[in-house]
């Protein structure tokens, strides 16, 4: 099951849910997420499953070690992070139980 997370926080006006993000930055610049923090909740990411560009942000759908599916939006002229979609395996299980 995937969940828009717009009516859960507002982060930056966008009606998402606005994360910190903790990167690794390659030679060639390019940020990629290695965890990120769901209030408190740390979340490490095991896999970066696909990445793809917008005009103005960069998204990157991750696979954490909570085994949550998510998609991370980058506004790569401002810096801050979104949370725009995540699925998760217990979701499934309550909406079929």
């Not at 940020?31 to 408190?40: A, E, N």
Request: with cysteine; hydrophobic share 30%; glycine share 10%.
């Amino acid at each position: 099951m995937n969940r828009n997370l717009a009516d859960m926080k507002k982060g930056t006006g966008s009606g998402l849910l606005h994360v910190r993000v903790e990167c690794y930055a390659g030679y060639r610049g390019e940020q990629r997420p290695l965890r990120f923090y769901l209030k408190q909740r740390r979340i490490e990411v095991v896999e970066v499953i696909d990445q793809w560009y917008g005009p103005d942000y960069r998204y990157c759908k991750v696979r954490g070690d909570d085994n949550g599916t998510y998609i991370l939006r980058h506004a790569m002229a401002d810096g801050y992070w979104e949370l725009t979609m995540f699925s998760h395996p217990l979701f499934q299980q309550q909406k079929d139980g």
